[in-house]
C-alpha cells in the first residue's frame, strides 16, 4: 500500500492572473499558501486483477479504464496504463470551497502512482503533470496555480510566463511572521459548495474586455506589494492589500459574489477585519479575513448570525508527499 498526503491551499493576492488568456498576454503572478488540511490518496494491488476499484464519494468497480466516470481517475489511471489496482481517496475538506480540491487529488495521484510505478517525479513534474491532465487532457476552465501550491507546498509567489512556463519562488519570512499570519488569519466556512467552471467560463472570456484585463494587472502587482509586506515583516498593511484585491476580483465576472457574501464581507469588516476575501473563484465555499487576535471573538459573533463558522488551519511548508509504502 502506498499513501500520498497533498495541502490544500489559500490564495492570497492574484488568484486569475494563473489563466491563459492573461498570462499569453502578460506574466501573471499569484501569491499563496499551503495549508495543513489534507488530499490522502492510497493505493494497493486489487484481489481481482483484472479490475479497477476507484473509492471517493462513490465506489467504482470496473473491467476496463474507459468505463470509469471519475474524469481524472480515469485519465490518470490511463495514463498509467494500470490495471488491477485500487484507489481510494479521503480529504479533510469537500470539494467545491475554493481551495484547489481538484489540483491537490491530481497532484496526491500522479504522486502515487509514480511511487505505485516505481517512477520519481519532481515537483515541478507534479506540478505540469496535473496542468496536463486538468486543462490540456480534461480542458477544465482553470488556471494552473492550483497545481503547483499542492505539488510544492509552502508560501510561495507562482510566477506564470507568456512563454507557458511556471517559476515557484519561495517568499522567506521570519518565525515571528509566520506565527503572527497564523494567529490573525481567520478562516469561515460558509457554505455553498458549488463548481468554479462556469464563473472562470465567463472570466476567461470576460479578459478580452480592457477594464478586466485592467484589473487583473493591478491584482498582479498586487502580489509583489504582499511579497514585500511578508519579507520585511510590517504587516500593517496585508489586511488592506486583501481589501484591495477583493475589490479588483469583484470586476472579473458575474457570480463571484452575491448578497449574502457581501454581508458577510461588510459585517467582518465591521468587526475589525482588516481586509478579506472569498476563496477559489468565487460564489461560495469559505472566506479569509485578517484581523488582530483581540478582534477575533466580536468577528466570530459577526459571522455566526450569518451562519458562517471558523474553520481552524496553519500554513504548512512540505506539499505533496509520500507517507507510507509498504510492499
Not at 487576535?293 to 450569518?306: E, G, I, R
Request: glycine share 10%; with cysteine; proline share 2%.
Amino acid at each position: 500500500m502506498i499513501i500520498t498526503k497533498t495541502p490544500f491551499r489559500i490564495s492570497f493576492v492574484g488568484g486569475g492572473s494563473d489563466l491563459e488568456s492573461f498570462f499569453s498576454v502578460r506574466k501573471g503572478a499569484v501569491l499563496s499558501s499551503t495549508i495543513d488540511k489534507y488530499m490522502y490518496i492510497s493505493t494497493h494491488q486489487f484481489f481481482e486483477k483484472n479490475k479497477i476499484r476507484c473509492k471517493y464519494s462513490q465506489t467504482e468497480t470496473v473491467s476496463n479504464i474507459d468505463e470509469l466516470k471519475h474524469p481524472i481517475l480515469k485519465t490518470v489511471l490511463k495514463d498509467f496504463g494500470l490495471n488491477g489496482i485500487e484507489v481510494s481517496s479521503i480529504a479533510d475538506i469537500p470539494g467545491g470551497t475554493g481551495m484547489g480540491s481538484s489540483s491537490s487529488f491530481t497532484v496526491g495521484l500522479l504522486h502515487n502512482l509514480s511511487a505505485y510505478t516505481n517512477k520519481t517525479l519532481s515537483k515541478e513534474h507534479l506540478g505540469s503533470g496535473a496542468c496536463r491532465i486538468e486543462i490540456d487532457l480534461l480542458k477544465e476552465p482553470i488556471g494552473k496555480q492550483d497545481q503547483y501550491a499542492a505539488a510544492y507546498g509552502g508560501l510561495n509567489v507562482i510566477e506564470f510566463n507568456t512563454d507557458g512556463t511556471v517559476h515557484v519562488d519561495p517568499v522567506l519570512i521570519s518565525q515571528e511572521t509566520r506565527e503572527t499570519l497564523n494567529s490573525n488569519l481567520k478562516l469561515y466556512y460558509i457554505g455553498n459548495q458549488r463548481s468554479a467552471s462556469k464563473i472562470l467560463v465567463e472570466q476567461k472570456k470576460n479578459t478580452a474586455h480592457a477594464n478586466k484585463f485592467q484589473a487583473l494587472e493591478h491584482m498582479v502587482d498586487l502580489v509583489y506589494k504582499l511579497k514585500e509586506v511578508l519579507t520585511t515583516g510590517d504587516l500593517n498593511t496585508f489586511g488592506d492589500i486583501l481589501h484591495q484585491n477583493w475589490l479588483l476580483k469583484q470586476r472579473l465576472a458575474q457570480g463571484i459574489t452575491n448578497t449574502r457574501i457581501n454581508m458577510l464581507y461588510d459585517g467582518a469588516m465591521n468587526s475589525g477585519a482588516l481586509g478579506g476575501k472569498l476563496l477559489g473563484a468565487g460564489g461560495g465555499g469559505f472566506m479569509l479575513f485578517y484581523a488582530d487576535k483581540d478582534k477575533h471573538a466580536s468577528l466570530d459573533n459577526a459571522m455566526a448570525k450569518l451562519d458562517a463558522y471558523p474553520f481552524e488551519f496553519k500554513m504548512e511548508e512540505e506539499g505533496s508527499k509520500i507517507i507510507h509504502i509498504e510492499s
